[in-house]
């Protein structure tokens, strides 16, 4: 759990700038249940859509009752599409961290218990990813959790 409240929240020290144009850029997340990631970004200002769907497995295994098996890599996972001269990466990212979910627990959330229910940051560039590490240990660091984050930071 964490120890501050949304609102108190940490904003990264590490992030991308507001782009100059509108335009569009992706994140990719993985936090328990798609659904319930996916609620939580469908209505925030600067993002355009939101998708449920897998993520970290091949291809042809990525079906909803394969990966429920557990015998997959894939995790459950939204893509937030955003633009980013209205909302920045590691902005995503906070509330990825402060609402979406609970980034300390391995392979579950709440009742949610296997791999395909990690907590992941599926990066598609070098910046995306300086981004997330540099998050993760900033808010590590505060301790702004109880436990440390546990969440997986790999390329898409």
């Given at each position: ?94 509330v ?22 990690r ?7 070098g ?30």
């Amino acid at each position: 759990m964490a120890r501050v409240s949304p609102e108190d929240f940490p904003d990264p020290a590490v992030d991308s700038t507001l782009a100059d144009k509108a335009g569009q850029s992706r994140a990719v997340l993985a936090g328990g249940c798609f659904w319930c990631v996916e609620a939580v970004y469908k209505n925030l200002e600067g993002v355009s859509s939101v998708k449920s769907g897998y993520a970290g497995g091949s291809a042809e295994t990525a079906d909803y009752q394969t990966v429920s098996s557990g015998t997959t890599d894939h995790a459950e996972a939204v893509e937030v599409v955003y633009d980013p001269s209205r909302i920045t990466y590691g902005q995503i990212l906070k509330v990825f961290f402060s609402i979406a979910h609970d980034p300390t627990q391995r392979d579950r959330q709440g009742p949610d218990v296997g791999r395909q229910y990690r907590s992941a940051i599926f990066y598609a560039d070098g910046e995306q990813k300086r981004v997330a590490e540099a998050y993760i240990d900033q808010l590590n660091k505060a301790k702004v959790f109880d436990a440390p984050i546990v969440t997986e930071v790999a390329p898409l």
